[in-house]
């Protein structure tokens, strides 16, 4: 069947089985039950394979809205804990961006927020933030056992998490194919089938495009105009490395530490240390890249898998009857890993916007839906920038060249308004678009973090001073009493664990 732009959808065909695809598929039946849901994939096409940082979305998303047990995800997609992320960035040693609030809060008794307090030392303003510098990840319950509650993420290997949704999907109810698509039919914007390689000719009322950065049905069929990032994010390539744990503590953070024409990742799995570096091919070959990092890296395999990317978004992502997620839709390169949390906003955006219509979405529905995921990635792409605007760790081509040519967009009235006032949550009235992915507890992280300089230091009387340290003191004293990763996992693990 095919349909109208507002007629009722029934069916669905989801094209693609990577994260994107399966996320989509689950969330529309298990959501939606009366859709029909069919997902079609290439097995010889393959997932892209990387996507191993979330964000707190994701396990709020899956267990909390998709219903997906705890005991089994943990079971069977085997995540370790990410508390946030530890910068080895601008002037100083490191610092931590989480996901509580380090500066868009003022402790007990004193007259400003943190930033105003910090100079060298930016340790323990959240408890997530203590515990990840004491190599810990969650505070210390009754009986000694893991706190495992609050804003926290995973680290977690893309093929655990393909196979497990995989399985998730066939549960509730998705039909799954495996079969490669080869063209689509479409006049004035609507797709009315598509025909794959063995299977012949398929229709459905709804076509979610999940196939990565092909973006067969947005991207090649509608030819969807691609808004371009490059103007203000250079990188484009990721060597891709790692190597079996070898006696490593296992970290709740991931590490993102400045490199001469990029930046590397550590990712943290049980027994896998997954490495990356995104670099910038106008400035680095591809051998010299993989050189710098094998040098870094040297457990590293000596052949180098590399990936080629392109940040931007499609101008809209649902045109007539087909709505793209994932990489099909955009993509911001990996330095926040913030490409899950967009797909779990798409997915949720799509099925509010189908239940509110009765299936039946009209022009405003599509038009909100492509705005609201527009601002989300024009978000993510300016908060970046600030990551490359401001980083004054090397002085190579390419990072002088990210400090005078990265452009800070719709956030550059922050930026104005930082240099005048310095680190107040007062900021928080420039932030164009709200609610916001980062708030402004993303931004003052990064700004306090690489010491940005502003005209309107604090300098707090002895006494504020000490107030304001018993405060760390308090959040010092929990952390050190933390659980690591491995007693947390060796805990849920126990026959008596039970999920609360
Ligand atoms: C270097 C790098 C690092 C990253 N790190 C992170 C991270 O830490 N955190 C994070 O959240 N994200 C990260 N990402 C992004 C993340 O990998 C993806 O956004 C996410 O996995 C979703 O991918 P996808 O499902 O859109 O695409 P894919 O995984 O590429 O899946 C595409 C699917 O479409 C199918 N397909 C394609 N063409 C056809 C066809 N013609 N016929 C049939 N099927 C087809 C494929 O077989 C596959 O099943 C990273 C990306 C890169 C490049």
Redesign the pocket.
């Known amino acids: 069947m095919t349909s109208s732009p507002s007629s009722r959808v029934q069916s669905v065909i989801v094209?693609?089985?990577?994260?994107?695809?399966m996320l989509a598929a689950i969330t529309l039946k298990r959501l939606i039950p009366q859709l029909d849901v069919e997902l079609?994939?290439?097995?010889e096409?393959?997932?892209?394979?990387?996507?191993?940082?979330?964000t707190a979305v994701f396990p709020e998303y899956l267990f909390n809205i998709l219903g997906i047990p705890r005991d089994e995800f943990y079971r069977e997609a085997k995540p370790t804990w990410k508390q946030g992320i530890k910068f080895v960035w601008g002037p100083r040693d490191h610092f931590f961006y989480d996901f509580e609030f380090q500066y868009d809060q003022r402790f007990d008794g004193v007259s400003k927020a943190n930033g105003y307090y910090v100079d060298e030392d930016c340790s323990d303003l959240s408890l997530a933030c203590g515990l990840m510098q004491r190599g810990k990840a969650f505070p210390t319950g009754p009986l000694g056992k893991p706190v495992i509650k609050g804003a926290h993420a995973f680290h977690i290997e893309?093929h655990h998490l393909v196979a497990y949704l995989e399985g998730e999907a066939k549960r509730c109810g998705v039909v799954l194919t495996e079969?490669?698509?080869a063209s689509a039919e479409h006049d004035g914007g609507q797709v009315s089938a598509l025909h794959f390689e063995k299977g012949g000719r398929r229709s459905a009322d709804l076509y979610i495009d999940?196939?990565?950065?092909?973006s067969?049905l947005l991207g090649k069929a509608l030819e969807e105009p691609f808004k371009s990032f490059s103007g203000g994010l250079f990188c484009d390539r990721?060597v891709?490395g790692g190597w079996e744990r070898d006696g490593e503590p296992i970290q709740a953070y991931t590490t993102a530490e400045t490199m001469d024409h990029g930046w590397c990742?550590q990712?943290e799995h049980e027994t896998f240390i997954n490495r990356?570096y995104?670099y910038a091919s106008d400035f680095v070959s591809d051998e010299d890249a993989h050189a710098e990092f094998r040098k870094k890296n040297p457990k590293t395999p000596e052949e180098p898998r590399i990936?080629k990317?392109r940040s931007g978004r499609y101008k809209r992502s649902w045109v007539g009857n087909v709505v793209a997620?994932?990489?099909?839709s955009g993509?911001v390169e990996?330095l926040e890993?913030?490409?899950?949390?967009q797909?779990l906003y798409e997915c949720r955006w799509v099925k509010e916007l189908l239940e509110n219509s009765d299936c039946q979405p009209a022009e405003a529905q599509r038009d909100f839906y492509n705005h609201a995921i527009g601002v989300a990635w024009d978000e993510i792409r300016d908060f970046l920038a600030f990551h490359y605007k401001f980083n004054t760790r090397l002085d190579t081509p390419f990072w002088k060249h990210c400090r005078e040519h990265t452009e800070l967009g719709d956030y550059q009235a922050l930026y104005d308004l930082y240099q005048e006032i310095g680190p107040s949550p007062l900021l928080t009235s420039t932030l164009p678009n709200r609610p916001n992915i980062y708030g402004i507890e993303g931004f003052l992280a990064m700004l306090v973090g690489m010491k940005v300089p502003h005209k309107n230091p604090h300098t707090p009387a002895e006494a504020e001073l000490q107030q304001w340290q018993r405060g760390r003191k308090k959040i010092a004293t929990r952390a050190a009493a933390g659980v690591d990763v491995r007693r947390a996992l060796d805990a849920i693990r126990q026959p008596s664990w039970q999920w609360s």
């Open positions: 094209l693609g089985g990577g994260s994107a695809g079609i994939h290439s097995p096409i393959g997932i892209i394979g990387v996507g191993e940082g979330t893309n079969d490669t698509f999940a196939s990565g950065f092909r067969e990721a891709i990742w990712i990356g995104v990936l990317f997620i994932g990489n099909a993509f990996p890993a913030t490409a899950l949390a797909i």
